[in-house]
């Protein structure tokens, strides 16, 4: 018996004009969390669809528990044991968890009777064997979507998957839910199934993955035991440059200040919150989950409400109470969770990328100008280098970093003074990410301010000029770039006073 659960083997695919894999390996042992990583169009995606009988091979083998088999279609890839779970939730939205279990195949009671006492007590038994606090006779588009994506993993396991396969499954999620999603597939592992792990979080990957294979350019790069190598290596490999150049630019930050928080208090979420921002800045904004640093940016861009302290905006006092206001002082905010709160999903690249600017180029908000709003999508997409089909494809289908594209574009298009990026690289790719880090230079170049949000301590310090850090709603102080380490911001975000006593901080 072989210990590998599949192996790909010479996997060749192309498409008219493009040569999508040439030669491609991937080999899964069973019991192994085996992470998959590249960049956009490294082949991930292609590779992945092909195991599941999305896509056909052009050449190579595959060999699935033993066997040599040809993956013809998904519900062949799904009768062998093959199930994914990708970060957009592929069930029937409109159906009931248990319905879900059994979509196609209801048990009956009769020849006429559905025996719905089955179907919900078969899944509700295995949400249950899983520590799974979920009830069957929901529907799913009423649930969260954390455990939307733990009733798609209890489902492949009800349908006995020996190999599972994650796609960017924490994008959506917080922290605690992905840690409820890393002790499931903790578990999965000890039962001997084989998981295949895509993630552009590396932290992940270092985490709880076995073995890492990457991916460039559709070639196989290299496969390695995640013990023996680390992250500047493996960004290296995906793109060729070391963690520490992407982080290179010139700053810019000027003495003149645009933007002055004072003492914003919002009870129970943080207090006494104070800060300056100076035009071509980047302030960097760090805390762990629950600080409150994402209530701060959405208080001062009049998303929620605050009930003390003050903002002024050039030296001007600003009532800032809707975010339009917020839009027509001059901010944008690239937000925290893109998909539902930046996006219109279901409509075009061309369509999200003006939605702010449909007021300025239509008459009396009715007519409006095609010209202009097909001339501002191409501007943007070939300045932010988008990959899409097209100005009209739909945002839904572009990969994670360019809907991110697409967000930023839309808060460009209105040429903000101060832009608030929150969380702006999670879940995409590393050449994405650089292309935002170049992003930020050309505009604090061009004397726009930055506030950036992250939670990857190594990138915050990276970007910023000076870092704000919050502890449980608290501003702990404001460090200079030149005394950042990853030591001292940490001990300012866990609550812990410097044994100095001297906290960076600017006067109130």
Known sequence: MSDYIVEMKNISKSFPGVRALSNVDLSVKKGEVHALVGENGAGKST????????????????????????????????????HAVYQDITLAMHLSVGENFFLGELPMSSPFTVDWKNVYSTAGDVLASLDLNIDPHMLIKNLPVAKQEMVAIAKAIYEK???????????????????????????????????????HRLEEVFRFCDTVTILKDGRYIATMPTKDTNEDELISLMVGRKIEEMYYFEHHKESEVV???????????????????????????????????????????????????SIAFFGKPAKVHKPRQAIELGFGLVPENRRTQGLALPLSVKTNINLLQYKKISRFGIA????????????????????????????????????????????LANRPKIMIFDEPTVGIDVGSKEEIYKLLEKLTREGTSVIFISSYLPEVIGVSDRIVVISEGRQMGIVDRRGATEERIMRLASGIEENSGKIESEAV
């Open 368 to 411: 409006i100008s095609r010209s202009q709003e097909l001339n501002i999508a191409k501007s943007f997409i070939q300045e932010l280098s988008i990959k899409t089909p097209s100005e009209d494809a739909i945002v839904r289908n572009l990969s994670g970093g360019n809907q991110q594209k697409v967000v930023i574009s839309k808060c």
């Open 47 to 82: 590779l992945i669809k092909i195991l599941t009988g999305a896509y056909q091979k052009d050449a190579g083998t595959i060999i699935f528990d033993g066997k040599e088999v040809e993956v013809k279609n998904p519900h062949f890839s799904k009768s062998i044991g093959i």
């Open 259 to 309: 933007l002055s928080v004072r003492d914003l208090t919002k009870k129970k979420v943080f207090q006494g919150i104070h800060f300056d921002l100076h035009k071509g800045e980047i302030l960097g904004m760090f805390g762990l989950v629950g600080s409150g640093r994402t209530d701060i940016m959405l208080s001062i861009f009049g998303a929620t409400k605050y009930d003390e302290g």
């Open 161 to 199: 998957s020996k190999l599972m396969i994650f796609d960017e499954p924490t994008a959506l999620l917080t922290n605690e839910e992905s840690e409820e999603l890393f002790k499931i597939i903790a578990r999965l592992k000890s039962e001997g199934i084989g998981i295949i792990y895509i993630s």
